[in-house]
Each structure stands twice: as structure tokens, then as C-alpha cells.
């Protein structure tokens, strides 16, 4: 490969104008779908009217605000006027008013080989990311450790007069997603997933996850979602493509403008997502958005928006939109700063960067975005059921455990049954509640125990179990874990972008040692490279050390602006960031823990992102992870 450095101009692409540099000013980030399909041809969903909710990307909402502001015939009514109203609903059903069941499908063999992690997550070979078990712990999580980011939602209702803007107190309302909503997760990977599915192949796909799920009614399907997830690399309904324009989209088997058409279903009416695989996208669909460096703020942003849009919209239009169709996360999609900002909120599962979705209460009845709300209408409609904490937990490889949970439910008269994810191996959970048995992994491992009693009501509780290898076997298998850690067997071991790994010396870019290295990035122009590794940690070891020698030159001249950035992580979870400002005419060392994912296997993941000028290369030579 021939690297071929670019001096573009100067000038960074931005919003469209300085009218729109004014719309993102005022704080709101007007995004919907109905007015797309009218009159702004840069918004995802015009001419595509089956693509609810649908989340623009970060350039497509920027070339949405330049039209609005060219055609002011085209702007927003007053806010007053453009609260959310409702729809009247669709066969029946407006807002999701029961216990939120979330059914996650990861679609297509392109995922590759499943496997399990420490929180009891379905993991993926090609998954270097971890997109996967990411979207289980948001969803394990929503509806626990009493946060209100779910409230803002719990105001809305069904059965009201179509129009209506605010709802009684009792109206069948919301439900408040109790002690978590993940009910169901699916590795469909037994066939390739197409390149470019359309609507109607992905509520298939939905359509058939819930028989699979053994929800085979009308009532069984009444208060659930399906997210059908793609594989990275594919496009989904056009998803990261030029004029695709979206980061996701939601909608329910009958609607007959699917691309494609409706799809058919004996098992009642099926409300689906459709989840590309938005790191893909990167920054362009909220990576880095909350958290700098952080490839999966997108994930949970985008798959947040689409949640919520579902329970206050499942069967669309019925629910909530306003008075140009937007739903509820459509009107504060992108907020970066001020009321409504993108934020980490924090579930009994981890924190996550969520956004803001819009509520009809606030600022006296005017409306606007709020990222936490009291839960109105009663919450989940029933039963309080709270799991007490025991507190983080310790144990050795070999020594037998018991652990009694106990719980709490409102109703005198109720009967729990309690069930755990992300136990050590070797222990199990009766339905009393009680942990027993003797662990056979060592390692740290995050652990959730929910209670659910008779009437469907749950509560949960999160806390840490860390497992010593014990047995007097200590560090079973000390000594360097990297394949090919100095890349001189070429394409081995590594996953990496074409081009990536290579004998640079001759081309501008020494090594460090030997005469391989892998080289990202430095064309000069909008580009991304990866590089990846998955690596098993023994437990039992007193010191787990990943290191790399990295070398940056950049033709950038700015002393205080990141254009080009080079992130790594581990497991998904953000190690550094390092950009053209770190510009050194050698190389240097880094070197970070890994202690965190002792007993595991964790991807160790470089991602190099370069804007639309002047080019930045980070090369990465001798790296290694060391145990001992």
C-alpha cells in the first residue's frame, strides 16, 4: 500500500451555515422523521416513511438544520404548540403500559462464534468492539438502582382522546421498567445476514424471534420489543452508506410502507429496531459523544433513543409524536451541552452516556428535555419488590460459598423467586435465593440478582465477586500472551484493517524493532483503521500489564485541538486517547493494567480516526501483555 499525504483545506466541515451554527447554539436538535419525509430531504426518513424514530447521523443533522434554516417555511412551531400529543393508537395499542420485555437478536454468521463473559453476557468472536454484551448490561440495567432516566417516560399514556397532550392520573401509563428489561437474548447466526436488508427482512427476523422466544400470542407480545442487531460490516436498510443518513430506526411488522412491505405474523403485532452495528459509523453515530474515546457511547445512545421511543410510541404513529411527527427522543437528539445534554447515567449494571427525551411537563407545560423525571402513574402499575445488597463479595478457587439474597415485595401475600447473571463459574442461585457451590474460575466478576414474585414485579441488585486463584496453584500460567506482538509474521493473529500491518520502514515510518509494524491512518482525509487482538488472562496472578511502543507525526500545526485520534480498549472499555497533539518524533512506551480481567479473555483494540485534512499516522510497534 501506498500512503499518499494530502494537504486538503483548511476549513473543517461543519453545520451549514451560521444560521444553523445559531440552531445548535439555542440547545435543541430538532431530528424527526415526519417532517423529513415532507419537506427536508437530508433527513433520514424522507421517503422512507417506515423509519420511526429514526436517529440521524451527526452530518446529517447538521445538513438538516442548514436546510431548515435556508427555508424558513420549513421551521418548528412554538414550542408550546409542539409537545408530544397522541396518536390514538394502532390496533389497539399506544404506549407500552406493562412490564417492558427487551428481546435482543444478533443476526447474520458474521458475528462469529458465541461465547460467555463474566456477566453472564453472550459474547462474539468478531464482535472486537463488544457491542453485544454492551447492549445486555444497558438492558439488564434500565428499571434498576432507582434511576429516573426511564421516568421521563412514565407520563405518557394510552386510552386518552387522540390529540390529547397530557394524561390523568388514572390512564394506563408508561410502565416503569422495575428491575431491569432484558428478557431474551438470540445468536441467529446460523446463515450470513444480508449486506443491505431491507424493512421487511429485518421484521422477519422479528417476527421470528418471537416464536423462538415462545411468545406464540397476541398477549405475550403486548408489551415487547425486538432488536434485531447486525453484524459490523453489513448495512442494514442502507445504514453507513452514502445518503443512509441514520444510525437506527424503529417499527412494527404491519406497517405497509416497509421497504419491502409488511410483514406477516400469527403471533400478534411486533415492534422491532432496526440496530446496525453503529460503531461502524464511528463519530458520526455518537462514538466518543459523552465519554472522549469511548467507541460505545454510540451504541447506547442510539439503542436508548429507540427504546424509549417504543414504549411512548410501539405501534407508529398511535403513540406520541408532535405536531410534526418527531417522537419523544427525535426532539433532543445530539444535545451536547445545556438542558437535555447527553449524559452517563448510571444502572445497577454500569454507567452509560444516554440522551435526553422530551417531556410535556416540564417548564410549566412548555416542554423540553429532560435526562431524569419522577416516575408518574404508579411506576410499573403493581408491586415493589427490592432486592437488600450483601455487599461485594470475596472468595478462593476450591472453597465452597454460601450466600443467602433476601428481598422485599409490597404485597404481604406475594411469593419471589430469584434468579443471578454473571455469578463465578461453579455457583448457582436457588429460587429461594440462596448462592451456593465451589468456584472454579478465578477473576473478578460483576454479578446481578433479581428477584421477580408471582404477579411479574421485580426488583434487582448489583455488586462485585472477586475469585483469588487459591489452592495453593497461584499464577497457573505466567509470561508474555500476545500473538505476533512485534507483527514480523505479517497478517497473523492480528485483525486489522487492509493495509494496516506491513514493512513501513521504507516508506516513511520506522520501527521500533524489526522490520514490521502496523501503521494507521495518514491519508489526509476522513478515514478509520483498526487494529485488534483477543487475549486470554489466567486468574491467580498478582500483575497483568498491557504495553505498546507508539510513534505519532501529524502535518497538523494546531497546539490545541484534537483533529485525529487514536483510541485504545480493552473489553470495550476505554484505555487512552491519544490524538495530534501527542506528536513525537520517536517512539514511546504505554503501558496499562489489565488486572480487571484476570480469568477472562479481553479484545485489546486500537482505533485510529483521522478528519477531512492534513493526516496524522500512529504506528504501533512491540506491544505485549505480560502476566506474572
Known amino acids: 500500500m501506498t500512503r499518499i499525504v494530502v494537504r486538503r483545506r483548511a476549513l473543517r466541515l461543519g453545520l451549514i451555515g451560521a444560521a444553523a451554527a445559531a440552531l445548535v447554539a439555542g440547545g435543541f436538535a430538532w431530528a424527526g422523521s415526519a417532517q423529513a419525509s415532507t419537506t427536508n430531504p437530508y433527513a433520514p426518513a424522507y421517503q422512507h416513511p417506515y423509519r420511526h424514530g429514526a436517529v440521524p ?20 412551531p412554538a414550542a408550546s404548540a409542539n409537545n408530544l400529543r397522541y396518536g390514538g393508537g394502532v390496533d389497539g395499542i399506544g404506549v407500552t403500559t406493562g412490564k417492558e420485555k427487551v428481546y435482543l437478536i444478533f443476526w447474520g454468521s458474521q458475528w462469529g462464534g458465541a461465547g460467555t463473559d463474566g456477566n453472564g453476557n453472550t459474547t462474539f468472536a468478531n464482535d472486537s468492539t463488544g457491542v453485544a454484551p454492551r447492549l445486555q448490561q444497558l438492558f439488564k440495567g434500565i428499571g434498576t438502582n432507582n434511576e429516573l432516566w426511564s421516568g421521563v417516560m412514565t407520563q405518557f399514556c394510552e386510552g386518552v382522546a387522540t390529540g390529547s397532550q397530557t394524561c390523568p392520573a388514572n390512564s394506563a401509563h408508561v410502565a416503569y421498567p422495575t428491575g431491569g428489561t432484558l428478557a431474551g437474548v438470540w445468536a441467529n447466526t446460523g ?49 453507513n ?38 460503531p461502524d459509523a464511528g463519530a458520526s453515530c455518537g462514538a466518543g459523544f459523552v465519554n472522549p474515546g469511548n467507541n460505545l457511547d454510540g451504541v447506547t445512545i442510539v439503542d436508548g433513543h429507540e427504546y ?90 476450591g472453597t465452597p460459598v454460601s450466600l443467602q439474597i433476601h428481598a422485599t415485595d409490597s404485597s404481604s ?35 446481578t ?56 520502514g521504507n516508506q516513511g515510518q520506522p520501527t521500533h524493532g524489526g522490520t514490521w509494524n502496523a501503521w494507521m491512518d495518514g491519508y489526509g482525509t476522513t478515514h478509520t483503521d483498526t487494529l485488534s487482538q483477543t487475549v486470554s488472562l489466567p486468574a491467580g496472578c498478582s500483575s497483568y500489564t498491557f504495553t505498546f511502543w507508539l510513534h505519532i507525526d501529524t502535518a497538523e500545526t494546531t497546539t ?29 512506551q504505554k503501558s496499562f493494567s489489565l488486572a480487571a480481567f484476570a480469568g477472562q479473555s479481553v479484545t485489546l483494540k486500537f482505533t485510529g480516526t483521522e478528519d477531512v485534512s492534513l493526516q496524522t499516522s500512529f504506528v504501533v510497534d512491540d506491544t505485549a501483555v505480560n502476566v506474572s
Not at 431491507?198 to 427476523?205: E, F, L, R, Y
Not at 452508506?241 to 403471533?267: E, I, M, Q, R, Y
Not at 490545541?560 to 487512552?576: E, I, M, P
Open 241 to 278: 452508506t452514502p445518503g443512509g443518513g441514520f444510525c437506527a430506526w424503529h417499527d412494527w411488522n404491519g406497517d405497509t410502507t416497509l421497504s419491502g412491505g409488511a410483514v406477516s405474523s400469527s403471533v400478534g403485532d411486533i415492534a422491532f429496531h432496526n440496530m446496525p452495528y453503529v
Open 191 to 239: 446463515s450470513a445476514a444480508p449486506s443491505q436488508a431491507n424493512g421487511h427482512q429485518i421484521g422477519t427476523v422479528a417476527v421470528s424471534a418471537a416464536t423462538h422466544f415462545g411468545n406464540t400470542t397476541a398477549a405475550s407480545n403486548r408489551n415487547a420489543q425486538y432488536i434485531v442487531v447486525s453484524p459490523s460490516g453489513t448495512h442494514p436498510d442502507g445504514f
Open 560 to 588: 490545541s485541538t484534537a483533529f485525529d485520534k487514536l483510541t485504545v480498549t480493552a473489553g470495550g472499555t476505554s484505555l487512552a486517547t491519544f490524538s495530534n497533539l501527542n506528536k513525537a518524533s520517536g517512539y514511546s
Open 413 to 447: 401475600t406475594a411469593t419471589l423467586t430469584f434468579s443471578a447473571t454473571g455469578l463465578p463459574g461453579g455457583l448457582s442461585i436457588s429460587s429461594s435465593g440462596l448462592i451456593s457451590g465451589t468456584p472454579t474460575t478465578g477473576g473478578m466478576f460483576n454479578t
Open 449 to 504: 440478582v433479581t428477584a421477580t414474585d408471582n404477579t411479574g414485579a421485580s426488583g434487582s441488585t448489583s455488586f462485585s465477586w472477586t475469585i483469588s486463584g487459591g489452592g495453593g496453584g497461584g499464577c497457573a500460567s505466567p509470561g508474555q500472551k500476545l500473538g505476533n506482538p512485534g507483527f514480523e509474521s505479517g497478517n497473523t493473529v492480528w485483525a486489522a484493517t487492509a493495509g494496516v500491518i506491513g514493512q513501513w
Open 57 to 76: 447521523t451527526r452530518d446529517a443533522q447538521s445538513q438538516m438544520q442548514g436546510f431548515r434554516a435556508a427555508h424558513p417555511n420549513a421551521n418548528i
Open 308 to 397: 424509549s421511543e417504543t414504549v411512548t410510541d410501539q405501534n407508529p404513529p398511535g403513540g406520541w409524536t408532535d405536531s410534526q411527527g418527531e417522537e419523544n427522543a427525535d426532539k433532543c437528539a445530539w444535545i451536547q451541552s445545556g438542558q437535555g445534554a447527553s449524559a452517563n447515567v448510571s444502572f445497577g449494571t454500569g454507567t452509560f452516556a444516554m440522551q435526553s427525551t422530551w417531556s410535556n411537563d416540564f417548564n410549566n407545560g412548555t416542554g423540553g428535555c429532560q435526562i431524569s423525571h419522577p416516575i408518574v402513574g404508579g411506576g410499573g402499575g403493581g408491586n415493589t419488590v427490592t432486592v437488600t445488597n450483601p455487599g461485594n463479595q470475596a472468595g478462593t478457587v
